[in-house]
């Protein structure tokens, strides 16, 4: 045994260059290895695999070649499904039970386009088939799960194994104490012979010793190895640790309303010392540090019946709206300012707050009885108030809660504890009081992100008890005074401590609102769903006023005004003025009784109301108010519509002859200004006298002659007016381009805009400034109108308006402008980006809103439907009501009825072209001008003028026009382009019944050349940007992939791989110039982008002629039909093609030629700039592979080989990169393999590694390669000679990376036709079938099971990984050659001598032991659970098998292609050592049944090759099956004594003798015994015995001498068993070892003896 472990060989760099030379030059060049191919084999025109080829044209293949099959899986592999795409209309979903639209009707066109815009269908495009593609495949963790359901258990000796402390070894000792050497006779050969007969057999295999021929039982074997087959490897395979996939394009979020975290308030109940008068109450929320009201008000009433009834006179019936207790508030910017204010106020009556506040100060509820006088007065007081002045109220009291104290301590807070939360001792407390009853015992884990302490959504109800009021001060009643207590509040030594409190008790419940609240009214009282009974106490919607902006576009029509009257001064006024109150009212003319009912009541009133009162401040002649006037605003507003202000006096005492309310002045604004709705702060005159006639069109500002003013025209009222509207900007701008628009639809001139009349000659310039203009607009109502905006703006591309008979063309214009707000939207609001850089905001129009105009199926009949916008566009005549589906069919007949017109009838371009005959027009200048120059001409001929253009012809000839600035905005956000020109595309064809169409005439030549020029200057902007602006060209280069692949489903697919090339071409110039990674690596990205199409398969054309002829009827199987033609030559060369990057496989099958190309060119050791995007070019493979793998398209076994005929060059790349693989047999655990001789050559053959390491290349070494030598049973084989040291010469690959490139190939090896496979090994030189060979001895070292021990060992060990970063270090470590890349190989060493023996050695080494921690990449979490380890075991388990399974089918084509070839002997040796191999690693006992099935064929067919040619191999497998009659296992033993019982036969038919195999077993039990520790000697002699029935019951052998032959050497064997067990047992005790060495080794001489 003086051959060494070749791992522990160390040859120089050097050497290993020439080995691979020399080899490579003997063998000449192989078929699958491009880089020798001479061109003679191929077409004589080779293009290098760094160029891409002229693709197939795919439209012309498909129809010049029809499908052979008629229906079925295979069929469906040719051609797209016929309902790839369709387009869908979505009612939305609407939160309330009505939907909101203006009661009015709409009238005016603004209004109808907002509100066609808030109600329409969404309109989706959806590919239907797109869940399939690579960017949602289903291996990741979760899915994974899923088809992991139902695996079987298989079973592993080394899971069954006892530890070495196991009970087994106790039981056995006591056995062999209770027995000295002297107490049995002194040849204890009759006893073991004794226990020998006693022993029980294991079941014999049935038909063992039946002569068949070979062919039988291959077929037997290959028909047991193929039932119950796992379908799919890649669901055993851990997914690819990715963060999510560059590929998928997730579905942005429906838009909708937007709300804050909601916090929901009940008021339960409020109650005071003294009970004398109805107490009216209101909440809100305010922003102490924005200095800013964040809410509407809630008012809410909880007197008792009794005390309402008081104010009976004056309150109509109460509508249900008004008689709520709770309400949702809703908080878009949470922060430590926000309190919750709870304001009171009262029925006015005489005497200041002071006074009427003093009664609730000095009484207490327990003195009732003794004041009872008092009270009666004071209640009966109250009532005259009540009764008088019941319609004023006047301030009263006011508290507020710190709302994060709240929410934080009840987070915190356990059940039924006290939150103490008082300002001072004196004033009481604000007690919390644990609601128990809502939700027990729950501790919160608080999920939110951003500030902590700031989170609404995960807090425990509370109950507050709120027992400290402030009395208002009448001459504080101002916000900012109201500010400056609260800021004091928090303070610990507050001002307002000093004050003395009203005492009473509120009680309100908060807590986060539910998902779906029920009986909740919006701020507009709408119902919201669910709303299952009218009578119910409903919870009102709080409207948020947020603190700062908030970006989300409007979704509900929502038009309300708050009126905020804040101080009057009529400190000049003469006369009496003192209780100044202030009705306000909203007038649509000026007859008083033009007021409208749209003032919303505050509680236990009506809905609505005329007019509205401020509170009262007692004699004071300049109050401040607090007051919020909530009106409902009409949709369309007139010059008349006003809000008109009263002031009166109220005199409180009941005196003669004075009236309840005198007048005192009189102020109003006018809604509308110049056309826009005015809101803002307004300081206003205020008139002695009522307004004159006409006053309302007039602002009060206007001095009006002969009128009287307070102070001399001065502003004396200080009111703010606020508007939450989605009908009115409130941004000029806006305002002013939507105003322009709709004058164009309604053709009225002149326009007034502002204070500027706009005739039609000059409209054509003042639209074009609007539109440019838009830039300048605020960006909050930009957003809030986006949708309208782009609708429009989409609008004036596809219908130029005619403007004073010429047709103005605004293509450029919009495209800038659209540039310009994509552009704006990306830049501030770059939080709502996904990982493309996609601005949500943006995909989600495109996605729901975009639409071509007048294809809405179902909009309404008058008006155009569509984007709105009537057909005055593009008409002289008015003909406002001509119903859109009258343009649609328009359009369809046209385009049916006149066949000579070329390119697409449907854009209107076309019929002027095909009508004038005007020649092919030139670019951009010309194209547009021709418009104007035909209209006149036009109108004669059609009396319309056809001027409907193509939204994505328009885009896409803007966009290739554009230069300068709007180009650079343009690539910034191509991606919204591009996916604004795919929908337009899909609309066009799907509305003009197209998508039916062939492809090659779908659209004109000019837009193909468009989309052409385009992708062409975008691709170099990649190639000559990426150093530059990386971050705009990965989005770009992202962005044009997912262009490409969106058109591959609309348009001539043979074209859209021109533009593939065409992108190809500019990278590869640029990446074989620069040699640089990053632009290799941005161009795997748009490949993997583009090639994640869910017909990716189909697009590669599987089933072209490029393979053996497909059977022409499906029944017959396809195996029987292709065998036929494998005789003529053009066959061969077609076999060759499917196995190479020849040019015919890259052209037909374009897309797998591009990945494989890449893989092929990335691996290559030569091209050592791309050393660290191999992880990337493999996990594209696997990527597309696992894909296919879980395709429900691709499940039948048929179709899937067609899948695999894409991939099987990929075993020939596999190959080549041989040598730079991970070397998994290194760091395998050494469990059961140190046995025997070999186990001491591991280092004994260190120091003379050295001595062989100098220049001259070893024979053996060579030979070794070329596949023909005898190496050690134990040894690696041939080109692993190539130790790593040599091929670290080009850095090799990291464990993950060639794990995954190994499962790959098993997967193609698996899926793909046998025949083609043994066609294809035929053809393979000897080293090339060798190279295989080392291939499969790697794969089963890579996917050798790892026990259940191992999972539980890597647990302990809890390292966590962060997110792929060990991946990328190690890449770069091993990658960089130099003294840190030699202490990680180093490292590596250390492994195999670790002194637990076990690849598990030290935490130190497995930080790089990236293989085996590949199983638990993805797991963020540190321990894991039983469940999960067994979990973890059972897929591995399955893996293992799977994939040896795999392997062991390769090798029985392998066997079968070279049994007939001269070669044979050095190949089947290699077969040999793969088997032994996987033997000897951790198998399945269902994996090695089938295992000895093969072994024992093998040598059945050739013994020759075992008892002459192959010695050690004979040993090594002796070695082998000995261990494994040894197992645990029954079955294992089983299929182990048969297959050794055959070999002894076999050795004996031979030559009458089996002496080979005598010795051999003699050695290899030997060194068993002595060397295995969880060795058990029942099971082997078990086997023994099993062994020797067979020999009984051999009929055909019973005359010879073979019986006996048998016998003796299982005696023998079972001597040698009990001595050394025993020699084992005695390792103490010198003489009685002595001893047993003595008769040991006379024993061993015997069988020595015996065999020669």
């Not at 489903?1049 to 859209?1056: A, E, H, I, L, Y």
Request: net charge negative; with cysteine.
């Amino acid at each position: 045994m003086a051959e060494r472990r070749a791992f522990a060989q160390k040859i120089s760099r050097t050497v290993a260059a020439e080995v691979r030379k020399q080899i490579a030059g003997q063998y000449g060049g192989s078929p699958q290895l491009f880089k020798n191919l001479n061109a003679g084999t191929l077409t004589s025109n080779t293009v290098p695999l760094t160029e891409a080829v002229e693709p197939v044209d795919f439209e012309e293949y498909l129809i010049t070649h029809p499908p052979i099959v008629e229906s079925g899986p295979l069929r469906d592999l040719i051609e797209f499904p016929p309902d790839d795409i369709e387009v869908i209309y979505t009612p939305r979903e609407c939160r309330t039970v009505v939907q909101a639209i203006p009661e009015e009707g709409d009238t005016d066109p603004h209004v109808r386009d907002c509100v066609r815009s808030y109600t329409e269908d969404w309109a989706i495009v959806n590919r239907k088939y797109h869940k399939l593609g690579t960017g949602f495949n289903p291996n990741s963790l979760d899915k994974q799960k899923e088809r992991q359901k139902g695996l079987p258990k298989q079973v592993f000796e080394a899971d069954e194994l006892p530890d070495s402390s196991g009970y087994q070894d106790d039981q056995d000792d006591l056995k062999r104490r209770s027995m000295s050497i002297d107490d049995t006779p002194r040849g204890s050969w009759a006893c073991s012979i004794f226990d020998l007969k006693n022993s029980l057999p294991d079941s014999l295999l049935p038909h063992l010793l039946d002569r068949a021929p070979n062919e039988e039982i291959d077929r037997h074997n290959e028909d047991q190895r193929k039932t119950n087959r796992h379908r799919e490897l890649f669901a055993l395979h851990p997914a690819l640790d990715e963060e999510d996939p560059i590929e998928r394009h997730c579905v942005p979020d429906v838009p909708k309303e937007h709300f804050g975290q909601r916090l929901l308030v009940k008021c339960l109940s409020l109650k005071f010392e003294i009970e004398i008068e109805p107490i009216f109450a209101s909440l809100a929320l305010y922003d102490v540090k924005e200095k800013k009201k964040i809410s509407e008000n809630f008012f809410f009433d909880l007197n008792s019946e009794q005390t309402k009834a008081m104010l009976r006179p004056h309150i109509q019936t109460a509508a249900i709206s008004t008689l709520a207790r709770s309400a949702i508030f809703s908080i878009t910017y949470p922060s430590q300012d926000v309190f919750l204010v709870i304001k009171l106020e009262k029925v006015l009556q005489q005497g200041d707050i002071g006074e009427c506040a003093e009664p609730y100060m000095v009484f207490k509820e327990s003195d009732a009885n003794k004041n009872k006088e008092k009270l009666e007065k004071l209640r009966s007081q109250s009532e005259q108030f009540c009764q008088r002045l019941g319609r004023y109220r006047m301030p009263f009291a006011w508290t507020a809660i710190h709302l994060m104290n709240i929410v934080n301590s009840a987070g915190s807070l356990e059940r039924d504890t006290e939150l103490e939360m008082s300002l001072s001792e004196r004033k009481g407390s604000w007690s919390e009081r644990r609601n128990s009853s809502i939700m027990g015992r729950r501790s919160l884990e608080r999920t939110t992100s951003g500030d902590e302490s700031c989170s609404l959504t995960g807090f425990r109800p509370a109950t507050l008890t709120i027992t400290n009021f402030f009395k208002q001060e009448g001459d504080r009643l101002s916000d900012e005074d109201l500010y400056k207590f609260l800021a004091d509040m928090r303070r610990p030594s507050s001002v307002l401590r000093r004050l003395r409190p009203i005492t009473a008790q509120l009680k309100l419940d908060i807590s986060p609102a539910p998902e779906n609240p029920h009986y909740c009214l919006t701020p507009d009282l709408l119902q919201v769903k669910p709303y299952p009974d009218s009578r119910v106490r409903p919870t009102r919607d709080i409207l948020e006023f947020p603190a700062r902006d908030v970006y989300v576009p409007n979704t509900t029509y929502r038009n309300l005004l708050y009126v905020n009257p804040q101080s009057l001064n009529f400190a000049n006024r003469q006369g009496s003025a003192r209780n100044i109150t202030v009705k306000v009212q909203f007038m649509n003319g000026e007859d008083p009784n033009n007021a409208m009912q749209v003032i919303f009541g505050k509680s236990s009133c009506a809905d609505f109301y005329k007019e509205a009162y401020t509170s009262v401040v007692y004699h004071n002649r300049s109050p401040d108010f607090h007051d919020e006037i909530k009106i409902k605003l009409p949709a369309s507003l007139s010059d008349h519509h006003h809000i008109l202000f009263t002031f009166y006096h109220v005199s409180c005492q009941q005196k003669q002859n004075t009236l309840l309310e005198t007048p005192v002045g009189y102020t109003w604004i006018p809604m509308l200004q110049n056309g826009r709705l005015r809101t803002g702060h307004f300081c206003l005159p205020v008139s002695l006298e009522k307004p004159p006639q006409s006053y309302s069109v007039l602002s009060p500002d206007v001095p009006l002659p002969g009128m009287k003013w307070v102070d001399n025209h001065r502003g004396v009222f200080n009111v703010e007016v606020v508007a939450v509207s989605t009908i009115h900007t409130q941004d000029q701008y806006l305002d002013k381009f939507f105003a322009l628009v709709h004058a164009l639809d309604e053709h009225m001139f002149p326009v007034r805009i502002g204070d500027m009349r706009i005739m039609e000659n000059n409209l054509e310039t003042e639209l074009k400034s609007s539109i440019a203009a838009l830039n300048s607009s605020q960006l909050e109502p930009v957003v809030r109108f986006l949708h309208l905006l782009l609708d429009k703006l989409v609008l004036l591309v596809v219908r130029p308006p005619v403007i004073a008979g010429q047709i103005v063309n605004l293509g450029q214009s919009s495209f800038e402008v659209m540039a310009a707000i994509v552009n704006r939207l990306h830049k501030y609001l770059d939080t709502s980006q996904d990982m493309h850089g996609r601005n949500s905001l943006l995909s989600s129009y495109i996605h729901y809103v975009f639409r071509l105009p007048s294809t809405d199926p179902n909009s309404p009949s008058p008006g155009p439907g569509g984007l709105g916008g009537s057909v005055h566009y593009a008409t002289m005549a008015r003909s406002a009501v001509r119903p859109a589906s009258l343009n649609l069919n328009r359009s369809r007949s046209l385009s049916n009825s006149n066949p000579d017109i070329s390119g697409t009838p449907t854009s209107p371009d076309d019929e002027v072209r095909a009508i004038i005959g005007s020649k092919a027009m030139e670019r951009c200048g010309n194209r547009m001008s021709s418009h104007t120059e035909s209209a006149s001409f036009l109108q004669t001929l059609t009396g319309r003028l056809p001027t409907k253009k193509l939204f994505h012809e328009e885009l896409a000839l803007q966009w290739v026009v554009s230069s300068g600035s709007v180009r650079e905005g343009a690539l910034q956000q191509a991606w919204f382009f591009f996916e604004l020109m795919v929908k337009s595309i899909i609309h066009h064809l799907y509305f003009a019944e197209r998508l039916e169409s062939p492809r090659k005439n779908r659209f004109p030549e000019r837009f193909m050349d468009d989309i052409t020029a385009l992708v062409s200057t975008i691709a170099g902007d990649i190639v000559s940007r990426f150093q530059k602006d990386l971050e705009l060209v990965e989005r770009l280069n992202t962005s044009l992939a997912f262009f490409l692949n969106d058109l591959l489903s609309v348009m001539d697919r043979g074209f859209v791989f021109t533009l593939i090339k065409a992108y190809w071409k500019q990278v590869s110039t640029k990446v074989y110039a620069l040699q640089n990674p990053t632009l290799e690596s941005l161009r795997l990205d748009f490949l993997r982008i583009v090639c994640s199409h869910e017909h990716y398969v189909t697009l590669n054309l599987p089933c072209s002629l490029l393979t053996p002829p497909a059977s022409p009827s499906p029944s017959v199987s396809s195996a029987t039909s292709q065998s036929s033609g494998f005789s003529t030559h053009v066959q061969d060369q077609k076999i060759a093609n499917m196995f190479e990057l020849s040019v015919p496989f890259r052209e037909q099958h374009f897309m797998a030629g591009l990945v494989l190309s890449e893989l092929s060119v990335i691996l290559d050791p030569d091209n050592e700039g791309m050393f660290g995007l191999h992880k990337k070019v493999v996990s594209v493979v696997h990527n597309l592979l696992s894909s296919h793998d879980s395709d429900p398209r691709y499940a039948d076994s048929e179709v899937k080989a067609r899948v695999a005929m894409l991939y099987l060059p990929l075993i020939g790349i596999v190959m080549e990169t041989l040598p730079q693989l991970h070397d998994f047999t290194e760091s395998l655990n050494q469990w059961g393999r140190s046995g025997g001789v070999q186990g001491t050559t591991v280092c004994s053959n260190g120091d003379d590694a050295e001595a062989e390491g100098n220049n001259m290349i070893n024979q053996t070494v060579a030979m070794a390669i070329a596949g023909t030598t005898t190496t050690s049973p134990m040894s690696r084989p041939s080109s692993f000679l190539l130790n790593s040291q040599a091929n670290r010469q080009h850095g090799s690959f990291s464990a993950e990376s060639s794990r995954s490139l190994l499962i790959c190939l098993l997967w193609v090896l698996k899926n793909a036709d046998e025949l083609v496979l043994q066609k294809w090994f035929t053809d393979l030189s000897v080293s090339q079938l060798n190279r295989l060979l080392d291939l499969l001895y790697l794969c089963v070292s890579c996917f050798e099971y790892k026990g259940k021990k191992a999972f539980e060992r890597m647990n302990s060990l809890t390292f966590k990984k962060s997110k792929d970063m060990k991946a990328k270090l190690e890449e770069a470590i091993l990658g960089s050659i130099g003294a840190r890349q030699e202490m990680v190989r180093r490292s590596r060493g250390q492994l195999e001598r670790s002194p637990s023996g076990s690849a598990f050695g030290s935490q130190e080494n497995l930080r790089w032991r990236k293989d085996m921690t590949h199983w638990r990449q993805n797991s963020e979490r540190l321990d894991k659970t039983r469940a999960e380890l067994e979990h973890e075991a059972l897929i591995d388990g399955n893996l293992a098998t799977e994939a040896n399974l795999i392997i062991l089918d390769t090798l029985e084509i392998i066997v079968q292609t070279v049994s007939v070839t001269e070669s044979k002997e050095s190949i089947l040796g290699g077969v040999l050592k793969v088997l032994l191999h996987s033997m000897a690693c951790n198998q399945s006992a269902l994996y090695l049944q089938h295992c000895f099935a093969t072994q024992r064929a093998l040598v059945s067919k050739f013994p020759e090759l075992l008892f002459e040619e192959e010695t050690e191999q004979c040993a090594d497998l002796c070695l082998r099956l000995l261990r494994s009659c040894s197992s645990s296992i029954s079955t294992i033993r089983a299929h182990a004594s048969a297959s050794l019982y055959l070999l002894m036969r076999q050795n004996f038919e031979i030559g009458n003798n089996f002496a080979r195999v005598k010795m051999q077993v003699t050695m290899s039990l030997s060194s068993l015994v002595g060397t295995s520790q969880n060795f058990n000697e029942e099971f082997l002699r078990r086997s023994l015995k099993t062994i020797l029935t067979y020999a009984e019951e051999d009929l055909e052998l019973r005359e010879t001498t073979f019986p006996d032959q048998v016998q003796d050497l299982v005696f023998n064997l079972h001597m040698i068993l009990s001595d050394t067990v025993k020699m084992k047992e005695h390792q103490e005790d010198p003489e009685m070892l002595i001893d047993l060495m003595y008769r040991y080794c006379t024993k061993l001489m015997n069988v020595q003896e015996n065999q020669f």
